[in-house]
């Protein structure tokens, strides 16, 4: 089983958490924080991921009324982390299948 988010969510549902992470990021200041490495998962940096990746988890469920696994939220933390970089490779875009 592949852990890319869109594997689990569609382009709406995709877009919608890309860029309410970005937005959230951006408003705290993420990209700013000069902390060292932190071992102990226990930084400002990592009490701030887990704050947000729980907060997109109820945007997401009272945007579309159902729930996503959590390997979405992790994932799409840190692509928007990347985008906001400047530092993201450009997503192959899937195929549709189409049925004749």
């Known amino acids: 089983m592949s852990m890319d988010c869109r594997d689990f969510l569609d382009v709406k549902q995709y877009e919608f958490l890309m860029n309410w992470f970005m937005r959230r990021q951006q408003e705290l200041g993420l990209a700013s924080l000069d902390e060292p490495l932190s071992y102990d998962g226990d930084s400002q940096y990592d009490r701030l991921a887990a704050q947000l990746i729980a907060q997109a988890n109820v945007a997401y469920l009272e945007q579309f009324h159902q729930s996503a696994p959590a390997i979405v939220f992790t994932n799409l933390f840190h692509l928007a982390e990347l985008e906001l970089q400047g530092r993201r490779r450009?997503?192959?875009?899937?195929?549709?299948?189409t049925m004749q």
């Open 90 to 97: 450009p997503l192959k875009v899937k195929s549709v299948k």
